[in-house]
Nanobody, 122 residues
Framework: VQLQASGGGLVQAGVSLRLSCAAS????????MAWFRQAPGKEREFVAS????????YHADSVKGRFTISRDNAKNTVYLQMNSLKPEDTAVYYC????????????????WGQGTLVTVSS
């Protein structure tokens, strides 16, 4: 399994950004995909997850209403639409995959992308 994250950048507070995670290497119909983020000096934290087959999604309270995870089956790509960005959203964002149900814990994900940096200036 290979996960390639992209779309990060330096933006001002209040704007939108969309991250992409291109997945390859197998059929992902039985997988759950997720986005995590890690700010400098902090632990990696859960952002959102999606069940590939059904599209059911779950978002962390800290981003609910601002971020939306989605997937495009035809492109084997998972997205994270981030609106109303805040300086506290600054972090390296990672996509991850696991076989089975959505979970929020880092150790339960088997595959990780390389991360893409999002910097939000005030």
């Amino acid at each position: 399994v290979q996960l390639q994250a992209s779309g990060g950048g330096l933006v001002q507070a209040g704007v939108s950004l969309r991250l992409s995670c291109a997945a390859s290497g197998r059929t992902f119909s039985s997988y759950s995909m997720a986005w995590f983020r890690q700010a400098p000096g902090k632990e990696r934290e859960f952002v959102a997850s999606i069940r590939w087959s059904s599209g059911s999604a779950y978002h962390a309270d800290s981003v609910k209403g601002r971020f939306t995870i989605s997937r495009d089956n035809a492109k084997n790509t998972v997205y994270l639409q981030m609106n109303s960005l805040k300086p506290e959203d600054t972090a390296v964002y990672y996509c991850a995959a696991r076989r089975g149900a959505m979970v929020v814990d880092v150790p339960h994900y088997d595959y990780w992308g390389q991360g893409t940096l999002v910097t939000v200036s005030s």
